[in-house]
């Protein structure tokens, strides 16, 4: 069902006329709601909860950014994931930029009293295009490693609709081997 909103939520945004994009900008906030859904062998947690991001170029094309995810997960669990990372981008075409990524990522989660944590390193690579004036898409292939857990490597969809020429409606896919988020958010462009 949640993906049946985003689809539909996507598909809408599409349809409403926007701004057109003239080259694609890597510093931005984004704020997002987060839906989050864990399936590990017998055992299924979902949780709902909120996420903040930023990133900022630091010269031609590179940038540095980080962010923050807190969310309440069933049985009273409490998770929070903060995230370091530094990319590399280089454009194709007018439209298509290359992306890669490196970054540190630390995850805690916590039930009453106790609490337990890891972290660990990621490196993702992918495109980011534009399908229209005013409509986005990044497609990635992203692998975490962490310390005291297991790596995992997944798929990571980014939509973004232009509203305005520096505000945009976003959303966000993380399919991986045992979790999946999905994010709709306000993307910031300074």
Known sequence: MKRSILCATAAALIALPGVSLAEFNYTHVDISLVDIEFDVGPVSVDGDGFAVSGAFT???SFFVGGSYHDADFDFSIDGEI???????????RDDLDFIATFGFIDA?????????????????GGVRVALADS????????YIDLDRGSSDTGAVVRGRYYFADTIAVSGQIDLGKDIETFRIGVRFEF
């Open 82 to 92: 903060t995230r370091i990372f530094g990319g590399y981008f280089h454009p194709i």
């Open 135 to 142: 409509v986005e898409l990044d497609a990635m292939i992203e």
């Open 108 to 124: 805690e989660v916590g039930i009453g009293p106790f609490s337990a944590g890891d972290d660990g390193l990621t490196l993702g």
């Open 58 to 60: 630091v010269a031609d």
